[in-house]
């Protein structure tokens, strides 16, 4: 099993940044991808960022692009999400979630998920 635990949400004005923190432990050689999701009251679900630990390959979501950035520290099991020009649209629980995908792909489908963590952006 793997657990994940985010952590970095919180409550900020419309043009600030943040930086989320997704924490991996357990049998951590059981995923090569950890992806971003995020969800908004009343939406679905929406992959924001993606990121293959292998060769460091990255998708974004149109509408964080050039805003967002996915990264990680392989030694600390620790991904982050770089998260600049905020907007109101983008409140909402932010969930990391880790699976295995061919090089340069995102996984189709995620193993693991964590919590999530509260995102608010305020006008």
């Known amino acids: 099993q793997v657990q994940l635990v985010e952590s970095g949400g919180g409550l900020v004005q419309s043009g600030g940044s943040l930086r989320l923190s997704c924490a991996a432990s357990?049998?951590?050689?059981?995923?090569?991808?950890v992806g971003w999701f995020r969800q908004a009251p009343g939406k679905e679900r929406e992959r924001v960022s993606c990121?293959?630990?292998?060769?460091?390959?990255?998708y974004y979501a149109d509408s964080v692009k050039g805003r967002f950035t996915i990264s990680g520290e392989n030694a600390k099991n620790t991904v982050f999400l770089q998260m600049n020009s905020l907007k109101p649209e983008d409140t909402g629980i932010y969930y990391c979630?880790?699976?295995?995908?061919?090089?340069?792909?995102?996984?189709?489908?995620?193993?693991?998920w964590g919590q999530g963590t509260q995102v608010t952006v305020s006008s």
């Open positions: 979630a880790a699976g295995f995908a061919s090089r340069g792909n995102c996984p189709y489908e995620y193993d693991f």
């Open positions: 990121m293959h630990s292998g060769d460091g390959s990255a």
């Open positions: 357990g049998r951590t050689l059981e995923y090569n991808a």
